[in-house]
């Protein structure tokens, strides 16, 4: 391997890994001091809840290439309480999920809608999509059973699945959720996926929503064919939660509290005003270099992630049961799944 070769792939190894837009803009433009040309931004915020909505707009290519991600919209929704146990909080975030969710698809004009759950039912930090779907009302049978029941007038036409991953079923994510497609032929897919992010404060506390699709794995450094409009023909609207960070995040994110706590309480603060010097993508780097091979390929999450995610896919399943059916009461909804 020549040098130019093992140069990008340590570039590769060491690169800060998140799936959010928000992160992604977050890092361009810290360590650039530069608005991103092409990218647009808008933020709303509900004080009642301590919630801020976050929309990125990707317009062109140069925007695209700065940020690292496809041309789209991208819709973050951040909330500390979100992960807590409060029913009403809860019922504040389904209906702020399900606006933001009809603000970016047309669900009177689409006759069938596919809701992926992706993940591992087992593996509990990526159990959301499972969980979502295991709690989503399904009418796509009804429809085909029973075409004239006055009752369907109210009901959207929703089929689920959940696919696992390579290591359970031998295949490629993108070829079952393609078979699907040829077959049954849906007008949109809604993929839900647990997410990685670069701040431990946004783990099991954002949900981003993306009209761009979605790569299983690529926040953890796995490669796998997407799930885009251009790989299945029609329209794919992601929905994910980061619920891990890798190790090297929370050193990161624990040496910057550091550095600030010790410049409050030293005279000497050379050696810390140097460490602030660098950007965030070379103390990410300068990290991971510390901590490889013991701990640089380590990922983490809460010790209280079962229920987490319990709640999380409860709040993003009761957004999609209000979204896809808007005529039916939500309770009606959950007194039928039970």
């Not at 093992?6 to 803009?25: P, S």
């Not at 991600?69 to 309480?81: A, Q, R, S, V």
């Not at 890798?246 to 460490?275: C, E, F, G, R, Y």
Request: a negative charge; glycine letters at 6%; proline letters at 3%.
């Amino acid at each position: 391997m020549d040098k130019k070769n093992i140069k990008e792939k340590q570039i590769e190894e060491y690169k800060v890994r998140t799936d959010l837009a928000i992160e992604a803009r977050e890092m361009v433009h810290q360590d650039e001091e530069i608005e991103i040309k092409g990218v647009e931004l808008e933020e709303k915020i509900d004080e009642s809840i301590d919630l801020k909505i976050t929309k990125v707009s990707i317009k062109n290519e140069h925007g695209a290439k700065q940020m690292n991600k496809p041309i789209g919209n991208y819709i973050t929704i951040e909330c500390e309480l979100m992960k807590e146990n409060d029913s009403e909080v809860q019922e504040k975030l389904m209906k702020e999920l399900a606006n933001e969710i009809k603000d970016v698809i047309d669900i009177a004009n689409t006759n069938l809608i596919l809701v992926v759950g992706l993940g591992n039912e087992w593996v509990t930090p990526d159990s959301l999509g499972p969980k979502v779907v295991s709690n989503l009302l399904v009418t796509r049978h009804l429809y085909e059973e029973m075409q004239d029941a006055e009752y369907l007038k109210s009901m959207g036409k929703v089929s689920a699945i959940s696919p696992g991953v390579m290591g359970q079923t031998g295949m490629e994510t993108y070829e079952i959720v393609k078979g699907i497609v040829d077959e049954v032929k849906p007008d949109l897919i809604i993929a839900i996926d647990a997410l990685a992010s670069r701040k431990t404060s946004r783990v099991n506390s954002t949900i981003q929503i993306a009209d761009t699709g979605v790569h299983p794995g690529s926040g953890v450094g796995n490669k796998r064919k997407g799930l885009t409009e251009e790989s299945l023909g029609i329209p794919v609207l992601a929905i994910g939660v980061p619920t891990v960070v890798d190790a090297a995040t929370i050193v990161n994110d624990t040496m910057d509290n550091l550095i600030q706590a010790m410049m409050s309480h030293t005279s000497n603060a050379n050696i810390l005003n140097s460490l602030q010097e660098f950007s965030n993508e070379e103390k990410y780097q300068l990290i991971k270099e510390v901590l490889n091979p013991y701990m640089s390929n380590m990922f983490v999450t809460p010790k209280d992630i079962d229920s987490v995610i319990k709640r999380i896919g409860f709040v993003i399943s009761g957004a999609l049961n209000m979204t896809l059916h808007p005529e039916i009461d939500r309770k009606e909804i959950t007194e039928y799944l039970n």
